[in-house]
């Protein structure tokens, strides 16, 4: 039961105003009650609270500091009580109020308090004055008994007693509340102690269950799953670094929050390509090239610019066009003369229109005739004619060598005087100009193989028929006593009559055949191929016919072998 002290010690928190709440030593509050009839029957409690965080209480010293008051009906009852405040995250890391999550607890505890309060305003403030009858009263203070039966440690003041059982308030158990009820046991990452979760280094939350950041993100993140999702701005571990725009596209390096750029780019995040020395501050950097102010130029604008950027026709010097070759004017825009035509013609379109008289590129030049026609070079205003070309205006075709004089030029060819040949007829000319069978060599004809006379209008015969025999068209007709294609072989009679074979001059008959050229049959034979036996008449021959005489000759045929 509750005992009526000077000093009551309370858990509660103030829900009116929890964004005043900050962590603090602890101290101690007063808690004011005044007794309020109404209907004459309940008393009311009204109660004060200062700010703080409220996070663990203690009302069991009742042996210090109690003493007895004189109450009277209707007037004030001030009961002052110390309440312990511990700043909320003390021990446990966690830097954060656990307000909402103990309210309910601490409000109904409070409620009970109320109750007590009233019920020891009852039992105390009598007629009799002081505070407590002897019958109730006990030790320093007082003490409220009940009628029914007591409960282990009074509950230990964290519950109720019911008949003579705890009911333990929630964050208690135990037959007389004294064990403290942590949420998930703390999941074995704290320690429980008065029914609140001291998370042990590195977890957080009512049960412990949540990872903890370092630093708390310096309130400048989130702390998820142990790792801190920085706020715009910032970065690192514990999102103390001030982070840079687009983490500087990895083209330079972030200080204080600040991109130093790497060379090469620029801008708050590096993100842009930079333009050489800043475009000395006469244009514009536009993806890494510059686009200078009028007047400027040069990949940095540095250099001053020229009209028209002298048309690529030169270069700007200090401002000023020098023009290319063949280019002038102060923006190189005007097609100019070599030399500027020598004072000799006019300048058209960059080409010298000369004076009669004069001529070249530059009209340096003195002309000459007709400007020798394109066919030779004006030199010191004489044509010198390329070949084939004569004349002062080299418009005569001329022949070689003037035909060496042995003929005449008609048309740029030469026509030779008779016994003469040749594109310059210098050459001595052959009969029939060897027709085209030969050569002509100092007049005389070295005909081609096959061929053979003065002029090479004959056929020539093999070895010219060895001296033995006439070249008639290319063929030899053999003396006597010669034959072959040239000649060469000796031949025989009649060429054996086609009866035998000619072997060195002489006949070798076949069967059948004799005589010197194979004319004749064998004795006793005859008929066309010498095959047939004669009779008794046909074996006379004849010999030795003359204008007068005839001799008869008689060969007896063979005798059967």
Do not use: Y
């Amino acid at each position: 039961m509750f005992s009526f002290i000077p000093s009551l010690l309370l858990l509660l928190l103030s829900p009116a105003a929890p964004a005043l709440l900050t962590p603090s030593p602890p101290r101690e509050l007063e808690v004011r009650g005044q007794w309020i009839p109404r209907d004459n029957k309940q008393d009311s409690f009204k109660v004060v609270i200062s700010e703080g965080c409220v996070t663990q209480g203690d009302s069991s010293d009742a042996s210090e500091g109690g003493k007895e008051i004189d109450l009277t009906a209707g007037s004030s009852l001030v009961l002052t009580h110390k309440i312990k405040l511990v700043p909320s995250g003390f021990g446990s890391g966690s830097g954060s109020c656990g307000c909402e999550a103990d309210f309910a607890a601490l409000r109904e505890r409070l409620e009970r308090l109320e109750r007590e309060v009233s019920s020891l305003r009852e039992k105390c403030g009598g007629p009799e004055g002081g505070c407590c009858t002897p019958k109730e009263s006990k030790g320093a203070g007082c003490s409220i008994k009940t009628e029914t039966d007591e409960c282990p440690n009074e509950c230990s003041d964290q519950g109720r007693c019911v008949d003579g059982k705890c009911v333990c308030f929630p964050g208690f158990s135990g037959p007389d509340c004294s064990e403290s009820d942590c949420p998930g046991n703390c999941n074995d990452k704290g320690r429980c102690i008065n029914g609140q979760c001291v998370c042990d280094p590195g977890f957080t939350g009512p049960n412990c269950s949540e990872n903890a950041c370092p630093g708390n993100c310096n309130n400048q993140g989130q702390c998820v799953n142990g790792k801190c999702v920085c706020s715009e701005g910032f970065s690192g571990p514990s999102c103390s670094d001030q982070s840079c725009p687009g983490n500087c596209n990895n083209k330079g390096r972030c200080v204080n929050g600040q991109c130093l750029c790497n060379p090469g780019s620029t801008g708050p995040d590096c993100s842009q390509k930079a333009c050489p020395d800043n475009c000395s501050d006469r244009g514009r950097c536009v993806n890494g090239k510059c686009v200078c102010d009028s007047g400027f130029t040069g990949a940095s604008c540095s250099e001053e610019s020229c009209p028209g950027n002298c048309n690529n026709r030169g270069r700007c010097v200090n401002g000023e066009c020098v023009c290319d070759e063949g280019f002038g004017g102060p923006d190189c825009l005007e097609i100019t003369c070599p030399n500027d035509c020598t004072d000799r013609g006019k300048c058209v379109d960059g080409k010298c229109e000369c004076e009669s008289g004069f001529t070249g590129e530059d009209c340096s030049q003195v002309s000459c005739p007709g400007n020798c026609n394109s066919r030779g070079r004006c030199v010191n205003g004489e044509c010198v004619c390329d070949e084939g070309f004569g004349g002062p205006d080299c418009l005569e075709i001329t022949c070689p060598n003037d035909c060496t004089d042995r003929g005449k030029c008609v048309d740029g060819k030469c026509e030779c005087e008779s016994g003469f040949t040749g594109e310059d007829c210098s050459q001595v000319s052959c009969p029939g100009n060897c027709n085209s069978r030969g050569r002509c060599v100092n007049g005389q004809c070295v005909c081609d193989g096959g061929f053979t006379g003065s002029d090479c209008s004959e056929k020539a015969c093999p070895n010219n028929c060895s001296n033995r025999g006439k070249c008639v068209n290319g063929k030899c007709v053999c003396e006597v006593g010669f034959a072959g294609q040239d000649c060469g072989a000796k031949g025989c009679p009649g060429n054996c009559n086609s009866k035998g074979r000619c072997v060195k001059g002489t006949c070798v008959c076949r069967r059948g055949f004799k005589g010197p050229d194979c004319s004749q049959c064998e004795d006793g034979m005859t008929g066309p191929n010498c095959d047939t036996a004669m009779s008794g008449v046909s074996q006379l021959s004849t010999r030795d016919i003359s204008e007068t005489d005839v001799t008869l000759f008689w060969n007896p045929p063979p005798r059967p072998v």
